[in-house]
T-cell receptor
């Protein structure tokens, strides 16, 4: 049974345009949801963990700005903006039962290609 | 912050051979997971093993917490095992996994 759904699986992003990604949780027993990102040929990097509806966080990293929102108990969103031209970025969400020491499960991810 | 080193960076095996992957990390970890990353990027959780030895199928993980290292043993490798294997410890109090660069495994017939 799939725990996390992410759509679309890939997107072409015109330079200068922001993109909004959604992560849908199919089992509310895994409420600790996180976003991770990965540049091509580099390590996966944790971005945010948001537990409760209404939680929001922002982060600026080299090559992109991120805004994460926990919309509901079952939906997590990520807005990615100001991406560098030519960049290939993979964004994936995860879910975990507790705050730590549990197994994290990941969604299929979305691959972004900036034109 | 947590630093993770995986070795070897790549490994080529004949089908049927065993693989031994290593993971060393710089800070005490309260959780450690091994993942398989498909060529498309999706992560599959293989084992959660913060300490001791765990088995599932052809996989065995041994984590020595005090020495901040973990290993993943794949027995009787198959061509479908080809891909990237990632080690990810986390430190107590948060959900943040820190990933290594991975070991790229290629199993040839």
């Amino acid at each position: 049974v799939t725990l996390l759904e992410q759509n679309p699986r890939w997107r072409l992003v015109p330079r200068g345009q922001a993109v909004n990604l959604r992560c849908i949780l199919k089992n509310s027993q895994y409420p600790w949801m996180s976003w991770y990102q990965q540049d091509l040929q580099k390590q996966l990097q944790w971005l945010f963990t948001l537990r409760s509806p209404g939680d929001k966080e922002v982060k600026s990293l080299p090559g992109a700005d991120y805004l994460a929102t926990r919309v509901t108990d079952t939906e997590l969103r990520l807005q990615v903006a100001n991406m560098s031209q030519g960049r290939t970025l993979y964004c994936t969400c995860s879910a975990e039962q507790g705050a730590n020491q549990d197994t994290q499960y990941f969604g299929p991810g979305t691959r972004l290609l900036v034109l | 912050g947590q630093q993770v080193q995986q070795s070897p960076s790549s490994l080529v095996l004949q089908e049927g051979e065993n693989a031994e992957l290593q993971c060393n990390f710089s800070s005490t970890a309260t959780q450690l997971q091994w993942f398989y990353q498909s060529p498309g990027g999706s992560l599959v959780s293989l084992l959660s093993n913060p300490s001791g030895t765990k088995h599932t199928g052809r996989l065995t993980s041994t984590t020595v917490t005090k020495e901040r290292r973990s290993s993943l043993h794949i027995s009787s490798s198959q061509t479908t095992d080809s891909g990237t294997y990632l080690c990810a410890p986390s430190t107590g109090g948060n959900n943040k996994l820190t990933f290594g660069q991975g070991t790229v495994l290629s199993v040839i017939p």
